[in-house]
């Protein structure tokens, strides 16, 4: 009986984790592409060619196309360095990215 009810927890925390790991990528990549150039782009096409269902087969394509690239290179990054150090790298990465961005608007405007 015990090793039932061990089973079963073990799949219940499978589940939630499968459902928080789905849920959070879900959401972080709706969000990060609302209004960025990507949607623009297809909001263009779509416009332009008149033909939606085709340029959202695409436009879809691209993205599962761009998303299994970013899902292996994570990965294979993961087996060659330690959680801890692609934190700080990714980080690291993210603020040099921002300080150049903010460097760029700060020579735009003065």
Not at 34 to 55: H, N
Not at 78 to 86: A, D, N, P, T, V
Request: proline letters at 1%; a positive charge.
């Amino acid at each position: 009986m015990k090793s039932y009810h061990k089973m079963s927890k073990e799949k219940d925390n499978l589940d939630k984790n499968f459902l928080s790991i789905f849920i959070t990528s879900f959401t972080t990549i709706f969000i990060a592409e609302l209004g960025d150039k990507t949607q623009l782009a297809t909001l263009m096409l779509s416009a332009e060619s008149g033909r939606p269902l085709v340029v959202f087969i695409g436009s879809s394509f691209a993205l599962l196309c761009s998303s299994i690239a970013g899902v292996l290179i994570g990965k294979w990054l993961s087996s060659k360095i330690s959680r801890e150090k692609l934190l700080f790298f990714t980080g690291l990465l993210m603020t040099m990215v921002s300080i150049w961005i903010g460097y760029t608007i700060y020579e735009i405007y003065n």
